[in-house]
């Protein structure tokens, strides 16, 4: 069955702290690992995307990386804002649709309360 | 400028009323969504279409009918609501497949 499972399900850290979300897939065949970050009330937000031959990805203070082998992701968050309070969502692109209408499984997120 | 917009953000109806939610990118992406978004964060593919074609149907009732006028446009239109159609439904658009989904700011519906 075509998964995403995502740790902790919520974080409180301290600003300036930095933290990793954890990403545990089980879809295939596999296209690309998706996150996104999503604030309160807005839609979710595309922090990097990562395809079969990557194993990291930066976006400024964000870094994910990829083990296709083990079929996990991270995400770090360095050097933590306020403003990094937020939902963060891992999105696997893959298993199986009619024509190349790949499927994306979503995992339920990350809650991250970054405390001043 | 806002690149995918909906509207209304708030929709409160009763049940049994008929209600659509309106959804404008422009962004010139040739693909766009719906999303439902329930009450423990889960979001799940409603529709999506690509380039004013449907691709893709999930398992939603018959009483949801999305329609696209053009490539930039994708309303919801929802009959008969029910008591379990609350929740916030997310427009997005991406240009191809494999593209990051942009998505709207959701609409927020409520049935009573």
């Known amino acids: 069955k075509n998964q995403v499972e995502q740790s902790p399900q919520s974080l409180i850290i301290l600003e300036g702290k930095n933290c990793t979300l954890q990403?545990?897939?089980?879809?295939?065949?596999?296209?690309?690992l998706r996150w996104y970050k999503q604030d309160t009330g807005r839609g979710p937000v595309s922090l990097t995307i990562?395809?079969?031959s990557e194993n990291t990805k930066s976006n400024g203070r964000y870094t994910a990386t990829l083990d296709a082998d083990t079929k996990q992701s991270s995400l770090h968050i360095t050097a933590s804002q306020l403003s990094d309070s937020a939902s963060y969502i891992c999105?696997?692109?893959?298993?199986?649709?009619?024509?190349?209408?790949?499927?994306?499984?979503w995992g339920l997120g990350t809650s991250l309360a970054v405390n001043p | 400028d806002t690149a995918v917009s909906q509207t209304p953000k708030y929709l409160v109806t009763q049940m049994g009323n008929d209600k659509s939610i309106k959804c404008e990118q422009n962004?010139?992406?040739?693909?766009m969504y719906w999303y439902k978004q329930d009450s423990k964060k889960f979001l799940k593919i409603m529709f999506s279409?690509?380039?004013?074609?449907?691709?893709i149907n999930e398992t939603v009732p018959n009483r949801f009918s999305p329609k696209s006028p053009d490539k930039a446009h994708l309303n919801l239109h929802i009959n008969s609501l029910e008591l379990g159609d609350s929740a916030v439904y997310f427009c997005?658009?991406?240009?191809?497949?494999?593209?990051?989904?942009?998505f709207g700011n959701g609409t927020r519906l409520t049935v009573t």
């Open positions: 279409y690509n380039n004013k074609e449907l691709i």
């Open positions: 990562m395809t079969f």
């Open positions: 999105v696997v692109s893959g298993g199986t649709r009619a024509g190349n209408n790949r499927k994306l499984i």
């Open positions: 997005a658009s991406s240009q191809t497949q494999n593209s990051p989904l942009h």
């Open positions: 990403c545990n897939y089980t879809v295939s065949p596999f296209s690309n």
């Open positions: 962004l010139g992406h040739d693909t």
